[in-house]
């Protein structure tokens, strides 16, 4: 049986945001290998990033919405990944993302993924709201997440087991 996902593939500026590709692991695996993943589940161990990759493919089979690829359009080279996430127990639809290298970081990609990709899980795929889930002291994303117009949400419950900081993004019809 071949399961066939129906990814949509959304352009903006200087990217192209696509379903993961079997090409697209190694990145992956390397930055779920390095410290910079420390504050997405990140591990030292190949079959555990390998087994991260794999799940990221099955939540859109499962939801109906997941994670992209960035893909620098100039290079055609894979830099990172962002999408909505629903992990099991979760209390609500998460935003999330990854610059996978230090050198891609400060360009704004990030910036030009997040807000491309939020906009079709509002306006697409039928999303009310969207929250991210981040780590107190992880002050980047945090900073980050304001700049993209989200707030800290002090009444939104957090997943169980998770230390974070539940951040609400703005609804692009102006509801947040």
Sequence with gaps: MTLTLNIPTIATERLTLRGPMASDLEGFVGFFRSDRARYAGGSSDTEKAETEFEEMVDHWGQHGFGSFIMVRKDTGRAIGHVGGLHPTGWP?????????????????????????VRDHLFNDCGWATAISYIAPDN????????????????????????????YRHPHPGGSA
């Design 139 to 166: 002050t980047r994303s945090l900073a980050f997440a304001e700049r993209l117009g989200a707030y800290h949400d002090q009444t939104a419950v957090t997943p169980n087991g998770l230390r974070c900081f539940a």
């Design 92 to 116: 609500e639809n998460e935003l999330g993302w990854s610059i996978w290298r230090a050198h891609d970081e400060g360009k704004g990609y990030a910036s030009e993924a997040v807000i491309a």
